[in-house]
Nanobody, 126 residues
Framework: QVQLTESGGGLVQAGASLRLSCAPSGRPFSGYIMGWFRQAPGKEREFVAAVSFRSGTTIYADSVKGRFTMSRDNAKNTVWLQMNALKSEDTAIYYC???????????????????WGQGTQVTVSS
């Protein structure tokens, strides 16, 4: 059974930083584009960031560009989301996602995702 396991969430004050991690178990995620999505209370799940497998090219939602950085280490089979200058509107459950069916740009749609993590809560107090 393949699972994506996120960690690193928590409660922080506005302006602080957090680093989320996501590691798959059950198999190496060779060839998968990896992404982060989030869902705030009462809102739909939205795209945050994604990274390609080979080149490490990243894309971001406009709302987090310049503050969040996504990276991956294929040898360690892990991806990270470094979140700086956090705002109260970043409060959400953050989900890791993996896809071989999407292009990097198509990850923004949130469809054709083969695997989702269980989510990790990020709460930013103002």
């Amino acid at each position: 059974q393949v699972q994506l396991t996120e960690s690193g969430g928590g409660l922080v004050q506005a302006g602080a930083s957090l680093r989320l991690s996501c590691a798959p178990s059950g198999r190496p995620f060779s060839g998968y584009i990896m992404g982060w999505f989030r869902q705030a209370p009462g809102k739909e799940r939205e795209f945050v960031a994604a990274v390609s497998f080979r080149s490490g090219t990243t894309i971001y939602a406009d709302s987090v560009k310049g503050r969040f950085t996504m990276s991956r280490d294929n040898a360690k089979n892990t991806v990270w989301l470094q979140m700086n200058a956090l705002k109260s509107e970043d409060t959400a459950i953050y989900y890791c996602a993996a896809s071989t069916s999407n292009t990097l740009a198509q990850m923004r749609t949130g469809i054709r995702i083969e695997y989702w993590g269980q989510g990790t809560q990020v709460t930013v107090s103002s």
